[in-house]
């Protein structure tokens, strides 16, 4: 357990030393051996054994005598039981106590708590210990009960933020990890996922009692009995106050579940073979692949390699139609690490919900950031304020994301602790000396493998600004080192041989860290020590992810298409650029601002295209975006040629020869360069592409289905969750014909 030294000087009162409040007792007690610990309980046995074994320092059956004396009470009270403790408390609380709870319920105690506390409800956080036993009372309370698990906070919109930061505190105090999520999702998933499964397991076991052979039935059940209905040991008190609390939520997803036994039960009767095994496949399928997350988010040193995952598209097709592409990644990698180091609460909208951007919200979430969400794209950030993280208590996953590790290396290096970064596989590769060497520049100590590559290994040091130019334009470099910047003594100027990307002083400016730009020379200038304040962010769509659209409908006869709230960064609109000098029909509708970023509406028309010598100066405005736009040269009149794209070579794959590689299995002629291709337009045959885990080479070949004569076997497509969660629902919504097949199977997109 790791103690956090502002609860030191707390006075802590648990109200309730059942299970879960005497396992906070303890656990409070085994990590700060000198808090001033309170407990109050009704049952007067339970508190003689709690000042016996030294947990609690004053105890008292009534927490009127106690609560005036505490900086933070913990209602580990049952659920129906919280108005009447608040009510008895309310009238004696320290006006500035921090109050939380750990009931499996939050709109009852929620509305309980904003009748009874009224303005004190800022300073109220609902809680929730994804954590239990079959055993109850303090005599089978553990101090370790809380360790590696879920504990899910529920603080409504104007709380103190003070208050999310200590009850934070309070569960990573117990080795928890701290989710958050709104009051109401939370009790629809917890209905879905907890609550139902128990109300199913006490009627099973109610049905076979009421059997007249239940003795022969129980007498022969096997372990799968007996896991089934191990959830029917709780506490019935306990549970009768939780259905009776979330009824509403618990109520509408059993009608589904009994709409959906119904469903088998009409396929028992027609002993429709192929449903049953359909069903039963489809379910444990869901079921493994959860299995393997929890397992991957339980064990901190390992992440299982993820089943293979392909598609199979069919040839031809029509794009048509007007519909919102997933958040900016770029754009959420910064929202999530800017608004974790403000001063305020930061709310953004627009989210995207894919693997790579989660990773990092998890990585700041296990350095002490309190994030409610996301919720269809809702996601509201507590800062910690610049100097606010905490050390992690295992290694940062950044999965597939160079983005997330790079950025994270400039902000850990001059942290006060020792942090390390890993990713997978493909990340594993990729060069990281690039971001290494002008940080050690700065003071900064990385270690990396001896061909510069991740893990790293940082230990924060002190650091100081210097003046570096960048070798090759490159907006990771940039964001890492001016992130490094924000804590260096002095200034630190980094001037840039060509336009990139410029979220992060977009960013930087919103949240209101001042910086010098001049856009002549490509410099940015920035001095260390000032703060950034919360602000909102609204997440346009992502361009790269629209590309893949734009291409398609460029290429195919009859397409017409609407791309609705498209993020149109200068620096990041090549792929427009590129696409319009190619003959592309693209018009910008309805131009305005969202969050310091313009956007659009971009409509695309299908137009014939011509091939192009790529100007050098559009490469880093479009660098993602090459993979796709290789497939629009291979429907183009003519030869594309590209030079000066070596960057090319160190993407999630080398892209450069993947795409030749994909492009020469379906008949494109082409020829590779070090730094380039000349690409041939013609026919496309069908074929099979290794996408080499890349998720834009997987993309990029399935929109040339649109295009080619026969179908296309794309491997290795699991990583497009990365940067584009729903893409092949969403392409087959658009006029895509994709299948994905997983170790062999086929199903439908």
């Avoid at 998890?362 to 994030?371: H, K, W, Y």
């Amino acid at each position: 357990m790791t103690g956090i030294s502002a609860l030191e000087h707390n006075t802590v009162l648990v109200i309730g030393l059942g299970l879960i409040g005497g396992s906070v007792a303890r656990g409070l007690r085994e990590a700060i051996p000198g808090l001033q610990l309170l407990a109050a309980d009704g049952d007067r046995q339970q508190l003689e054994q709690a000042v016996a074994q030294g947990v609690a320092n004053r105890v008292a059956e009534d927490p009127g005598e106690l609560v005036p004396l505490a900086d933070l009470v913990i209602l580990a009270v049952p659920t129906l039981s919280v108005p009447g403790v608040l009510e008895q408390i309310v009238s004696k609380l320290n006006p500035q106590a921090v109050i939380t709870d750990v009931a499996s319920v939050k709109g009852s105690v929620v509305e309980a708590a904003r009748e009874k506390l009224g303005a004190g409800m800022r300073r109220f956080v609902g809680g929730h210990p994804i954590a239990g036993s079959e055993k109850s009372g303090f005599g089978a309370s553990s101090s370790r009960l809380f360790e590696a698990r879920n504990v899910i906070l529920t603080p409504e919109t104007d709380v103190d933020q003070d208050a999310v930061l200590t009850v934070h505190q309070l569960w990573r105090t117990l080795g928890a990890r701290i989710l958050g999520m709104t009051v109401r999702r939370h009790d629809q998933v917890l209905a879905a996922t907890s609550h139902l499964p128990h109300l199913l397991s006490y009627a099973l076991v109610d049905v076979l009692v009421k059997n007249q052979q239940n003795e022969d039935i129980f007498r022969y059940a096997a372990g799968g009995f007996a896991d089934f209905s191990r959830l029917a040991s709780s506490d019935p008190t306990m549970w009768a106050d939780i259905f009776i609390a979330n009824a509403a939520a618990t109520t509408a997803v059993l009608e589904d579940y009994i709409e959906h036994l119904n469903y088998l039960r009409s396929a028992l009767e027609n002993k429709d073979y192929q449903l049953l095994r359909d069903t039963f496949a489809s379910a444990k399928t869901i079921r493994d692949r959860f299995v393997r997350k929890f397992n991957n988010t339980m064990n901190t040193d390992t992440h299982e390699t993820r089943k293979q995952l392909d598609y199979q598209v069919q040839p031809g097709g029509c794009v048509t139609g007007k519909f919102r592409v997933p958040g900016d990644k770029s754009i959420s990698h910064r929202a999530v690490i800017f608004g974790a180091l403000a001063d305020g609460v930061t709310r953004v909208t627009g989210f995207l919900e894919g693997e790579d951007a989660l990773n990092t919200l998890e990585a700041f979430r296990e350095m002490g950031v309190t994030a409610i969400g996301p919720e269809q794209g809702a996601l509201t950030l507590y800062g910690v304020g610049i100097q606010g993280l905490q050390a992690p208590r295992k290694p940062l996953y950044m999965g597939n994301s160079g983005t997330a590790m790079r950025l994270l290396a400039g902000l850990l290096a001059a942290q006060s602790f020792t942090s390390q970064l890993t990713g997978d596989e493909s990340l594993s590769k990729r060069p990281m000396k690039r971001i290494a060497d002008p940080l050690r520049l700065m003071g900064a100590r990385i270690d990396t493998t001896a061909g510069g590559t991740p893990p790293l290994i940082i230990e924060g040091s002190k650091l100081h600004g210097i003046d570096y130019e960048l070798p090759m334009a490159s907006a990771q470099v940039k964001s890492c080192l001016l992130l490094a910047a924000m804590y260096a003594d002095g200034e630190t100027a980094i001037r840039q041989p060509a336009v990139c990307r410029d979220h992060t002083e977009r960013m930087l400016r919103g949240f209101g860290y001042p910086l010098d730009e001049n856009t002549e020379n490509g410099e940015v200038r920035l001095v260390g020590g000032n703060r950034l304040r919360a602000t909102d962010i609204d997440i346009p769509g992502d361009i790269s992810s629209a590309a893949f659209f734009l291409v398609a409908a460029s290429i195919t006869p009859g397409s017409e298409l609407c791309l609705q709230h498209v993020g149109i960064n200068p620096t990041r609109t090549g792929i427009i650029d590129l696409l319009q000098l190619m003959g592309a029909s693209i018009e910008l509708r309805n131009i305005s601002e969202a969050g310091g970023e313009p956007v659009a509406d971009l409509v695309v028309r299908h137009a014939p295209l011509h091939g192009i010598d790529i100007p050098e100066t559009l490469i880093p405005l479009a660098i993602d975006e090459f993979p796709v736009l290789f497939v629009a040269a291979a429907c183009a009149e003519g030869i594309t040629r590209l030079r000066g794209a070596e960057e090319l070579r160190v993407k999630e794959s080398d892209r450069l020869q993947a795409m030749a590689d994909g492009l020469g299995s379906l008949g494109v002629e082409h020829r590779l360069y070090d730094d380039g291709i000349d690409i041939t337009g013609g026919a496309m045959s069908g074929g099979e592409i290794d996408s080499r885990g890349d998720h834009r080479i997987a993309m990029a070949f399935a929109v040339a289905a649109l295009r080619s004569e026969g179908p296309i076997r794309i491997r290795d497509c699991a990583n497009v969750a990365t940067s584009f969660p729903g893409f092949v629902p969403l392409a087959n919504q658009a006029g895509l014909q994709i299948q994905i097949r997983t170790d062999g199977e086929a199903g439908g997109g």
